[in-house]
């Protein structure tokens, strides 16, 4: 099994900045890509951010030269770096991972989920 835990929600004024992490533990053979959602209540929950191995960073549009999503290999934990944070990024941001724990067991995971609330 893998777990992963996610830090760093919270309460930021609109315009300030918060850092997520996501820490991966467990049985893993290696990791294909790192990412994040949010979810706003009673919404569908939306991609916001990837890291793929060997690959770079995406991003949805409307997070795009605001968020910088980031890695730590040796760790297996994913960051995001929220800057310029609007009042609609508030939401649940959830981690997703997607790896594998053996030469051919692809799994895909996911974080509790941490709260981000921006206000105006």
């Known amino acids: 099994q893998v777990q992963l835990v996610e830090s760093g929600g919270g309460l930021v004024q609109a315009g300030g900045s918060l850092r997520l992490s996501c820490a991966a533990s467990?049985?893993?053979?290696?990791?294909?890509?790192m990412g994040w959602y949010r979810q706003v209540h009673g919404k569908q929950r939306e991609w916001v951010a990837t890291?793929?191995?060997?690959?770079?960073?995406m991003y949805a549009d409307s997070v795009k030269g605001r968020f910088t999503i980031s890695r730590d290999n040796a760790k297996n934990t994913v960051f995001l770096q929220m800057n310029s944070l609007k009042p609609e990024d508030t939401a649940v941001y959830y981690c997703?991972?997607?790896?594998?724990?053996?030469?051919?067991?692809?799994?895909?995971?996911w974080g509790q989920g941490t709260q981000v609330t921006v206000s105006s």
């Open positions: 997703n991972v997607v790896l594998y724990q053996s030469y051919s067991d692809l799994r895909n995971y």
């Open positions: 467990g049985i893993i053979f290696s990791v294909n890509a």
């Open positions: 890291i793929t191995t060997g690959g770079g960073p």
